[in-house]
C-alpha cells in the first residue's frame, strides 16, 4: 500500500531495555522526521533526515538513535529505554521539489510506546 | 529559533457555529511557512489548511481560513459551520524552507450537538 506505515502500532516494554521503532515510506520522499507527542508539549522533532545517509537532531534526541542507510526507511532506536519516553511516537515524511518550498508533511498513525 | 504557541488548550462550540482556534509564532525567517494540523481520535494527522508567509491573502478551504497577522505573529484557524466531524486536537506548526516542522501544544476542540 502507498504511504506511510508505522510499526508496531503498540509496544510495551521495561526499562533498560532497546525498541526500534519502524517506518516505511512509498513515495521516495527526501525528508523525513520523528516527533513524540505528550500532553502538554505537543509534538516534539526528535531526529530528522534531508536523504539517505544524513541525519540531523531535533529538540529532544537525548536517549535516541537513528539511521537511514535507505531512503524508505527511518527506524528509531531508544538504546535503553527509560520511563521518560512513554509517548506516541509520530513518523512523517515530505518532499521538496527543487525551487519550491511549499511542502506538506505525511503522517504516519503513530505507535503507542509504554515504558514500564 | 522557531516556537509556536497554542494557548488555548481546549475549546468547544455549538455544532453549526463559528469557532476561531489561536496561534503565535515566533521566528527570525522572512520566509517561512505557517500549517494547521487535524488529528482526530484515530491519531492520524490531517492537514487542513496552510499558508505562505510571503502571501498576503488569507488562505481559504472550504469552511477552513485563517487570519494571518505577519507583524503581529498570528496565525488563528476560524472554522465555520462547526461539524461534529470537526471535534479534534488541531495542531498549529511552522516550517522554516524545507526543514522541520515546529509544532505548537495543540487545541483540544469539542463540537457541542
Known amino acids: 500500500d502507498a504511504g506511510i506505515t508505522q510499526s508496531p502500532r503498540y509496544k510495551i516494554t521495561e526499562t533498560g531495555r532497546q525498541v526500534t521503532l519502524m517506518c516505511h515510506q512509498t513515495w521516495s520522499h527526501s525528508y523525513m522526521f520523528w516527533y513524540r507527542q505528550d500532553l502538554g508539549h505537543g509534538l516534539r522533532l526528535i531526529y530528522y533526515?534531508?536523504?539517505?545517509?544524513?541525519?540531523d537532531k531535533g529538540e529532544v534526541p537525548d536517549g535516541y538513535v537513528v539511521s537511514r542507510s535507505k531512503t524508505e526507511n527511518f527506524p528509531l532506536t531508544l538504546e535503553s529505554a527509560t520511563r521518560s519516553q512513554t509517548s506516541v511516537y509520530f513518523c512523517?515524511?515530505?518532499?521538496?521539489?527543487?525551487?519550491?518550498?511549499?511542502?506538506?508533511?505525511?503522517f504516519g498513525q503513530g505507535t503507542r510506546l509504554t515504558v514500564v | 529559533a522557531q516556537t509556536v504557541t497554542q494557548s488555548q488548550p481546549e475549546m468547544s462550540v455549538q455544532e453549526a457555529e463559528t469557532v476561531t482556534l489561536s496561534c503565535t509564532y515566533d521566528t527570525s525567517e522572512s520566509d517561512y511557512y505557517l500549517f494547521w494540523y487535524k488529528q482526530p481520535p484515530s491519531r492520524q494527522m490531517i492537514l487542513v489548511i496552510r499558508?505562505?508567509?510571503?502571501?498576503?491573502q488569507n488562505a481559504t478551504e472550504n469552511r477552513f481560513s485563517v487570519n494571518f497577522q505577519k507583524a503581529a505573529k498570528s496565525f488563528s484557524l476560524k472554522i465555520s459551520d462547526s461539524q461534529l466531524g470537526d471535534a479534534a486536537m488541531y495542531f498549529c506548526?511552522?516550517?522554516?524552507?524545507?526543514?522541520?516542522?515546529?509544532f505548537g501544544q495543540g487545541t483540544r476542540l469539542t463540537i457541542n450537538p
Open positions: 499558508q505562505e508567509a510571503y502571501k498576503q
Open positions: 512523517a515524511s515530505s518532499v521538496t521539489p527543487l525551487g519550491s518550498l511549499n511542502t506538506e508533511a505525511f
Open positions: 533526515s534531508a536523504a539517505a545517509d544524513i541525519t
Open positions: 506548526a511552522s516550517r522554516k524552507g524545507a526543514q522541520k516542522l515546529v
